[in-house]
């Protein structure tokens, strides 16, 4: 029953309509969502307010057939949230996705104050959400990109208890030093801390734990390549190990780099999350753009 309450105020929230002839989906919704502008009505396709027969969409040219049913959502979204470091990619009841700029911590520690955790929080207290932020995952303070929170601890607790199978596709991608050998591939090995919290790898069991990551040679050149990484795993530091285990650790990696830095920072990003709404169980699928940066060094 309480499963069905949850679906049933969620389905409250969107006005429904039925398509009567065919369309694409943006022009539909400019024609037909009268109570909105039109720069409403696209950050609304944007922050993944629409449905088209109970499926989010966000491609504006998506094509509608007579009789598809399409949903709008009603709720305002992230329109209070002003940061350098943290962008609002979507927003609901339970949980909320943001791109998590470089240089800001996912969580307190230490004595840092500036987390993105706080900066949430505070935006929530604003918008007078009466929710706090939960932490589900971390990225480094210097790495860049897409994390969810979730507002409430039972959403929390979900996620984090069937983490590996809810979140079904979780991509980063990297400037690495050198030029890449192959083209695709797979390194795998134990992870473990030593005593100054430096993970180092094992190609047998150390104790540690056990680490896989994927990745594909995207460009290359002489100097630097352009690598995709697919977790199948989610170790502290796995990608920033393995990249250096491959001989091409990732540029600007204080840590486990070769002080290769052409762009002032750890050029790891974030850029590709996709999971099943612990609540809705909806497909959730987000992406944020390679930085413009890493592009440019192979222009």
């Known amino acids: 029953m309480k499963n069905y309450n949850i679906r049933q105020k969620q389905q409250e929230d969107y006005v429904h ?12 919704l400019f024609a037909t969502v009268k109570s909105a502008s039109k720069s409403k009505v696209k950050a609304t396709l944007k922050g993944r307010g629409i449905r088209v027969n ?13 009789g598809m049913k399409v949903s709008v959502s009603k709720s305002k979204r992230n329109n209070n949230l002003q940061s350098k470091y943290v962008r609002i990619v979507y927003e609901d009841r339970f949980l909320v996705v943001v791109e998590k700029n470089i ?8 004595h840092s104050t500036l987390n993105v955790k706080n900066i949430l929080d505070d935006y929530f207290s604003k918008g007078r959400q009466h929710c706090t932020a939960h932490v589900v995952h971390r990225l480094d303070r210097d790495t860049s990109g897409l ?6 601890t039972q959403t929390a607790q979900l996620l984090e208890s069937d983490w590996h199978d809810i979140v079904y596709d979780r991509r980063y991608v990297a400037v690495v030093s050198g030029e890449m050998e192959d083209d695709e591939g797979t390194i795998a090995n134990w992870l473990k801390d030593n005593k100054s919290y430096i993970s180092y790898s094992s190609p047998v069991d150390n104790g540690g734990k056990y680490a896989v990551t994927h990745f594909h040679t995207l460009q290359r050149t002489a100097d630097y390549s352009l690598v995709e990484y697919k977790l199948e795993t989610g170790r502290k530091n796995q990608i920033r190990v393995h990249s250096a285990d491959m001989g091409h650790p990732v540029c600007g990696d204080i840590k486990y780099g070769n002080g290769d830095d052409p762009l002032h920072r750890l050029c790891l990003h974030a850029y590709l999350l996709c999971f099943y709404h612990p609540v809705t169980h909806e497909r959730m699928e987000f992406y944020t753009p390679i930085p413009p940066a890493f592009k440019k060094l192979f222009k």
């Open 17 to 28: 309509y039925t398509v009567e002839q065919e369309a694409s989906l943006l022009d539909w």
């Open 54 to 66: 109970g499926k989010t969409v966000t491609q504006f040219d998506f094509p509608l057939l007579p």
């Open 103 to 110: 240089g800001i911590l996912s969580m307190a520690g230490g």
């Open 147 to 152: 994390m969810v929170y979730t507002k409430d």
